[in-house]
Nanobody, 119 residues
Framework: QVQLVESGGGLVQPGGSLKLSCAASGLTFSSYLMDWYRQAPGKERELVARITGGGGTTYYPNSVKGRFTISRDNVKNTVDLQMSSLKPEDTAVYYC????????????WGKGTLVTVSS
């Protein structure tokens, strides 16, 4: 049974930093692209970071580029999202996703962790 469990969310002041982690189990972790998505109230879920299976390539949309950093550990089966210079508009539930569809495998989602950026 595949499980993705996010942790590290919480309340942070504008300009602050926060690190999210996602622990994966039940899958061959290095075979999966790993994504972080977020969904703010009333908005669609959006991709905020992606990392390839070996960790050599990353992608960020302009909205977070230079502020967010994704990394993975294929021994510990974890993927992290380091967020800095946080803004109130970064407030959302953050989800990790294991993307297997590029290799004919299933995709899997975690249940999310809430990040609130507020003074």
């Amino acid at each position: 049974q595949v499980q993705l469990v996010e942790s590290g969310g919480g309340l942070v002041q504008p300009g602050g930093s926060l690190k999210l982690s996602c622990a994966a189990s039940g899958l061959t972790f290095s075979s999966y692209l790993m994504d972080w998505y977020r969904q703010a109230p009333g908005k669609e879920r959006e991709l905020v970071a992606r990392i390839t299976g070996g960790g050599g390539t990353t992608y960020y949309p302009n909205s977070v580029k230079g502020r967010f950093t994704i990394s993975r550990d294929n021994v510990k089966n974890t993927v992290d999202l380091q967020m800095s210079s946080l803004k109130p508009e970064d407030t959302a539930v953050y989800y990790c996703k294991a993307v297997g569809s590029a290799r004919g495998l299933s995709d899997y989602w975690g249940k999310g962790t809430l990040v609130t950026v507020s003074s």
